[in-house]
Nanobody
Framework: QVQLVESGGGLVQAGGSLRLSCAAS????????MGWYRQAPGKQRELVAA???????NYADSVKGRFTISRDNAKNTVYLQMNSLKPEDTAVYYC???????????????WGQGTQVTVSS
């Protein structure tokens, strides 16, 4: 099994910054990709950003230029630096990864427990 532990959420004023971290642990052979999703009240969960082990990234249009995703492959950890935060960024942010537990095993999606990000106007 894979466990994802998130940290870094909180309350911030509009225009402020937060940094989320998520560490994957367990008997992991590979983790690829890693990413962040968010879900606001009454809305569907949506992709915020994702990063592959080769460093290629994918961002939602709404966060391009404001958020930066990065990862430490040696630590199986992914980060989300969020700058110029807006009230509409308020949501529960979930870490996600696709992991293999062995070289020829099938991959499985794993989710963190979620961390609340609240941006006040």
């Amino acid at each position: 099994q894979v466990q994802l532990v998130e940290s870094g959420g909180g309350l911030v004023q509009a225009g402020g910054s937060l940094r989320l971290s998520c560490a994957a642990s367990g008997s992991i052979f590979s983790v690829d990709p890693m990413g962040w999703y968010r879900q606001a009240p009454g809305k569907q969960r949506e992709l915020v950003a994702a990063i592959s082990s080769d460093g290629s990234t994918n961002y939602a249009d709404s966060v391009k230029g404001r958020f930066t995703i990065s990862r430490d492959n040696a630590k199986n950890t992914v980060y989300l630096q969020m700058n110029s935060l807006k009230p509409e960024d308020t949501a529960v942010y979930y870490c996600n990864c696709n992991a293999r537990l062995a070289r020829f095993a099938s991959s499985t999606d794993y989710w963190g427990q979620g961390t609340q990000v609240t941006v006040s106007s």
